[in-house]
């Protein structure tokens, strides 16, 4: 009974992130007193829900300074701070820098994000840091934008199309490099880009309408196997979960890289299901 309290309290605060968040209501909600259910959210949290409720507020500003323009005053003011002073505080005590700076910093300092409950994975992904030689691809690019009301985003269902058809149409092992970043044009959305290509492009009939050159060097490296269901989260849950737990900093301004194998037996049997090398740069 308790654990079914305290998710439909964790459920509510990721409802309302953006607004303002009475521990009083959410008793209410339950049907506990303030501090029986202060009591059950500790036991299950480690950390009082006014704190849980902060945590949560400065991941969501952290990832909204290093992935949209919007300026340091909506962000601070879009989580509830009273002002940008209190907001830099608080950030400052939990990231060890100014939002200003962290902002700026050529890495993704992701050592003390706090995951949405949903993210915390029940099955530890495996971690190898690698060195990636650079390599070339021929194929295709595409962008699309993600409202920042929308994160942490699932995986989008046209991307796992595109793998797919490339996977079934080439017949051999499919990469996908993305970046992230800013939208020009909307301070509050994330412009995303993808490259779908092989690396064998005289095996095709015909020529491939764009080439795309990877970065070498240090990688996180992980190995995914599952469902279209699975792979919704994995990105989200490595990001800002398991790089956190192993104190790991993304490179900024560095593509990530997916390397989808090509099941050459039963390809219609592969459509419900992926099994891929996943590359974070990290410092």
Not at 180 to 204: K, M, W, Y
């Amino acid at each position: 009974m308790r654990g079914s309290v305290t998710m439909a309290v964790l459920e509510e605060i990721e409802k309302h992130l953006e607004e303002n968040i009475e521990i009083d209501s959410l008793a209410a909600m339950t049907g506990y007193s303030r501090r029986r259910l202060q009591d059950f959210f500790k036991q299950k949290c480690g950390v009082s829900i006014g704190k849980y409720i902060r945590q949560r507020r400065l991941c969501r500003s952290a990832t909204l300074l290093k992935l949209t323009s919007e300026s340091i005053t909506d962000i601070a003011l879009r989580l509830g701070f009273d002002s940008v002073q209190s907001y830099s505080r608080e950030f400052k005590k939990t990231f060890g820098v100014s939002p200003k700076s962290y902002r700026q910093e050529k890495f993704w300092d992701l050592t003390n994000l706090r995951a949405p409950y949903w993210l915390v994975p029940d099955v530890e992904y495996p971690l190898e840091i690698c060195q990636l030689p650079a390599f070339t691809v021929h194929g295709f690019q595409t962008r699309h934008q993600v409202a920042s009301e929308a994160l942490p985003k699932e995986a989008s269902p046209l991307k796992w199309k595109f793998v797919m058809d490339t996977l079934e149409t080439w017949e051999q092992t499919v990469f996908c490099i993305s970046s992230f970043g800013p939208e020009p044009d909307n301070v509050r959305a994330i412009n995303v880009t993808s490259f779908f290509g092989i690396q064998d492009e005289a095996s095709r009939t015909g020529p491939m309408p764009l080439t795309r050159q990877t970065e070498g060097g240090k990688y996180a490296k992980f190995i995914f196997s599952g469902t279209w269901e699975d792979y919704q989260h994995f990105s989200n849950t490595i990001y800002l979960s398991i790089l956190p737990k192993h104190q790991l900093r993304r490179t900024w301004n560095k593509d990530e890289i997916e390397v989808f194998s090509y099941c050459k037996e039963g390809i219609n049997a592969q459509k419900n299901s992926v099994k891929l090398e996943y590359y974070i740069p990290v410092e």
